[in-house]
């Protein structure tokens, strides 16, 4: 029998309906999910390559990339990983394509993954060390809330993960040497205030390119003669982390896509990521670029749209799509950022928390809420029933949300909740091919069933 659905319902729409037991867009079957990341660990297999004639990027050394330019009486570094143990092993690599001394630093932006190292690459003759002027502005204004930000980063990147559970952070290995991060971190020397700023170090041109986006302390750095593009985290091999769910401040989303489109103005012959495999080839290069630069705008522009139409943003993270003709590039996959996600950040960071709804002006006190749910199922018992009913069913998200109800009923079986949050988060990380949604599911769940989480917090 054929199935007709009314006209209003789009195909995407009809397909979505019928895979209604994914509570989201980067869930698939198990089997699809450990594939699928399986297939992502390509992107940071460690090794050396050679990009141009004079560039080599050190991928899988640790989270990030470094690279290496070769001058005439020197080498250029760009990125130093996260601690100079790492750094060193990608360092004594590049020795075997050069022996000349560094003679610069340069840092892409501030995040830890990129600067730790530097001292691994410091010789007798010191380097100079290039940075933007807001170098240092990216983690800053939130870290009166640094203990929780620790915990969430934890379980974000599946730090504590056994092996059995891990597999990736989206653009990096799940497994890196972290206990020296930060350890060999040298500040900046020489700092850039203005997009297109010229130098001639070891006698490679270079042009510094401000390019707020993942931080605002970001910039691209381009060498015209092998036309080689470094992008540092504003481009990767995945959808961008828009938003990171270990905790961060606004990242301005219509900045990263006019970053991005900047770069591709340059219509490189090779593009660096600061995570992920060097692109080659004109067209191989520049396209991804304009995609992700589109793929971003889209995202905001349809964001901004529904705000102004008065939606609030559980209806839009439901509602905004990638546009057809990008959803299936594989640079754009949500291995590492999500569309929900972004467009919540994008909210937020527009309106801040309210939706504009009366209604949720002020909303109840969740522990009398969950009383009124219990009543509204008929009792304690019969709501207990029903999230029992939605595990069997397989839908997962409604049993996390019927069990944090339950967790707060005095007449609740808070242990029987537990459990059932457990198992959830279990089944859910299984259906999920993006690592930080995968990785925090699993974290959380072993958090706990170890007993490590308070009652408030289950
Ligand atoms: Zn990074």
Excluded at 100 to 124: C, L, M, N, R, W
Excluded at 314 to 340: D, I, Q, R
Excluded at 383 to 403: F, G, H, N, R, V
Aim: proline share 5%.
């Amino acid at each position: 029998m054929k199935t007709i659905y009314p006209a209003t319902i789009t195909l995407a729409a009809a397909s979505a309906l019928a895979f209604a037991v994914f509570a989201s867009d980067t869930q698939v079957k198990p089997e699809r999910a450990t594939e699928m990341l399986n297939a992502q660990n390509q992107q940071f297999e460690k090794k050396i390559v050679k990009v141009s004639d004079s560039v080599y990027t050190a991928v899988g050394y640790h989270g990030a990339n470094t690279s290496m330019i070769v001058g005439d009486d020197g080498v250029i570094i760009i990125d130093t990983l996260r601690g100079p143990f790492s750094a060193g092993i990608a360092l004594k690599d590049f020795r075997k394509y050069s022996d000349k001394p560094v003679k610069a630093i340069i840092y892409t932006h501030s995040h830890g993954d990129h600067i730790g190292g530097a001292s691994a690459f410091v010789g007798e003759e010191k380097p100079d060390i290039y940075a933007t002027e807001t170098f240092g502005s990216a983690e800053g204004v939130n870290k009166a809330v640094d203990p929780v930000k620790r915990k969430r980063n934890i379980r974000q990147f599946g730090r504590d993960l056994p092996a059995s559970q891990a597999t990736n952070r989206g653009v990096a290995p799940a497994n890196t040497h972290d206990k020296d991060g930060g350890k060999g971190f040298v500040p900046p020397t020489i700092l850039i205030s203005e997009s297109g700023h010229k130098v001639n170090i070891a006698g490679v041109d270079l042009e510094f390119h401000l390019a707020p986006g993942e931080t605002d302390d970001a910039m691209f750095i381009w060498m015209p003669k092998e036309k080689v593009l470094f992008a540092g985290d504003n481009f990767y091999h995945s959808f961008p982390n828009l938003y990171a769910i270990r905790g961060t401040a606004y990242r301005d989303v219509l900045n990263w896509s006019i970053s991005v489109g900047k770069m591709a103005e340059f219509e490189p012959h090779h593009v660096v990521p600061g995570h992920t495999m060097p692109i080659s080839g004109q067209e191989a290069a520049t396209a991804p670029l304009k995609d992700y630069s589109e793929a971003i705008r889209s995202v905001y522009d349809q964001t901004v749209v529904g705000i102004n139409a008065g939606k609030g943003p559980n209806l839009l993270a439901h509602e905004v799509k990638l546009p057809e003709h990008l959803k299936n590039k594989s640079y754009l996959t949500e291995f590492y950022g999500t569309v929900p996600h972004a467009v919540r950040a994008i909210y937020v960071g527009l309106l801040g928390w309210y939706d504009g709804n009366p209604s949720t002006l002020n909303p109840m006190d969740p522990r009398a809420k969950a009383q009124k749910i219990a009543e509204l199922a008929g009792g304690t018992q019969a709501l207990t029933a029903q999230m029992k009913a939605a595990m069997e069913k397989k839908e997962y998200q409604w049993a996390l949300d019927l069990s944090d109800h339950i967790k707060w009923l005095e007449d609740g079986d808070r242990d029987l909740a537990r459990k059932i949050k457990i198992e959830a988060l279990r089944e859910l990380a299984a259906q999920e091919y993006n690592a930080p949604n995968r990785n925090y599911y699993l974290s959380y769940a072993n958090e706990l069933e170890s007993g490590a989480l308070s009652e408030v917090w289950f």
